[in-house]
């Protein structure tokens, strides 16, 4: 499975089922969302591995204990692990999560009282998705997990830019074309930055934004 196949496959969309259901909002905006929230959290996770070893020897440990894939087979779970998802939202994006939820809010219309709880749901099928992605390429200690994390980033950007006329994968290829490269920035500025278009990164899709790109897959609409 590839981060494409999590976000449109059976687990992200039994995902946004739930979270349309209990939220009141679109099933696509939650699609949306994910297309840019997996690969934010991902790249923030890569981030501290590769700057820190024991940050990265702790994700590692939180893997093996309470992701290991399983959530994929059943995604119903996602409800009953939001407080945990919370939780991993909180240590990954730290002082920036208020900064990252504001971006989101205005940029795909889930409203701010709404798109912490979602984000909150959708955090712990990352993980799982992540875990199942260490166990099948064989990391068994932190030092390999910023490898396996670009491996994950980079094979979904190189789907994307394989099929550029679906519109998850315009998302989802400008996201990672904004964040996932040579810089030594700050995720949230080079993602963030570029995609919700919040800095002046030279992306195509900048003056739009991810408003712009969901247009397609929002029909424009809230």
Do not use: C
């Not at 969309?13 to 909002?25: D, L, Y």
């Not at 990265?56 to 995604?75: F, R, T």
């Not at 984000?119 to 099948?136: N, R």
């Not at 030594?184 to 899709?205: E, F, R």
Request: proline share 4%; hydrophobic share 35%.
């Amino acid at each position: 499975m590839n981060l494409i196949d999590l976000i449109t496959g059976n687990a992200g969309s039994q995902v946004a089922s739930q979270a349309e259901n209990k939220f009141g909002i679109s099933k696509n905006q939650v699609i949306a969302l994910m297309a840019v929230a997996a690969p934010l959290v991902i790249s923030y996770l890569r981030k501290k591995s590769q700057d820190d070893p024991n940050e990265a020897e702790a994700l590692n440990s939180a893997l093996d204990k309470d992701h290991d894939g399983s959530i994929l087979d059943n995604p119903s779970q996602v409800e009953d692990r939001q407080q945990e998802g919370g939780s991993i939202l909180d240590h990954i994006f730290g002082g920036q999560k208020s900064q990252v939820e504001n971006q989101l809010s205005q940029n795909t219309g889930i409203s701010m009282d709404k798109i912490g709880p979602v984000l909150a749901m959708i955090a712990p099928l990352i993980m799982g998705f992540i875990g199942k992605e260490k166990q099948s390429s064989g990391v068994n200690s932190g030092g390999g997990l910023g490898d396996l994390l670009g491996g994950i980033l980079g094979g979904a950007q190189n789907q994307a830019q394989a099929e550029p006329s679906n519109p998850l994968n315009d998302i989802l290829g400008s996201v990672l074309g904004g964040g996932n490269s040579q810089s030594a920035g700050n995720p949230l500025n080079d993602i963030l930055g570029s995609v919700l278009g919040g800095g002046g990164q030279q992306q195509q899709q900048q003056q739009g934004g991810l408003g712009g790109l969901l247009g397609s897959i929002l029909g424009g609409g809230r």
